[in-house]
């Protein structure tokens, strides 16, 4: 199987019950309902595992918007843009294959951080995707498109 590095993992994040932001975390566990103890684990598998890149961050950036790594929601946060990748495209991260679901639809807890944010991440602030192959991802591991 071909794979072509697009990247690394810069962060992790879980949702929990518990908190209503989500926790980082060094690894993740993956099977098909998506992440292992994540409250959104068996919802939707279409959208079990949100992809962010630092490039949507580097949009609010530029627009004069400070959001902490995490705000926009994401499971996993790439060091690289992704919003090239469509539905149907797999990646592998560590022990894991994902593929692409869907673009990221904004939400309106975006203008809970800035009334802007929705409309200038409209199209990048991340891809959805579900899981093809469960296992183990951690932080600083490779993503490869497949």
């Known amino acids: 199987m071909p794979k072509k590095s697009i990247g690394s993992v810069l ?3 879980q949702s929990t ?5 989500r926790i980082a975390k060094e690894t993740l566990s993956l099977n098909e309902g998506g992440i292992v103890g994540d409250k959104f684990h068996s919802k939707n598998i279409m959208r079990s595992v949100l992809l962010s ?3 949507s961050y580097d949009i609010a950036t530029n627009n004069n918007i400070s959001i902490n790594a995490g705000a926009l929601g994401e499971n996993i ?3 690289s843009e992704i ?3 469509v539905a149907g495209d797999q990646i592998a991260i560590g022990e894991v294959i994902l593929q692409i679901t869907q673009n990221c639809t ?10 802007k944010l929705p409309k200038l991440l409209k199209d990048d602030r991340g891809i959805f995707s579900k899981v093809v ?3 183990n991802i951690k932080i600083s591991d490779t993503v490869y498109i497949i």
Not at 17 to 21: A, G, H, M, R
Not at 106 to 115: P, R
């Open 106 to 115: 904004i939400c309106k807890g975006l203008t809970q951080i800035n009334s």
């Open 11 to 13: 962060a992790l994040y």
């Open 17 to 21: 019950t518990q908190t209503p932001s």
């Open 77 to 79: 946060l790439i060091d």
């Open 83 to 85: 919003n090239h990748l």
């Open 133 to 135: 192959k469960d296992g």
């Open 53 to 55: 890149s630092t490039h």
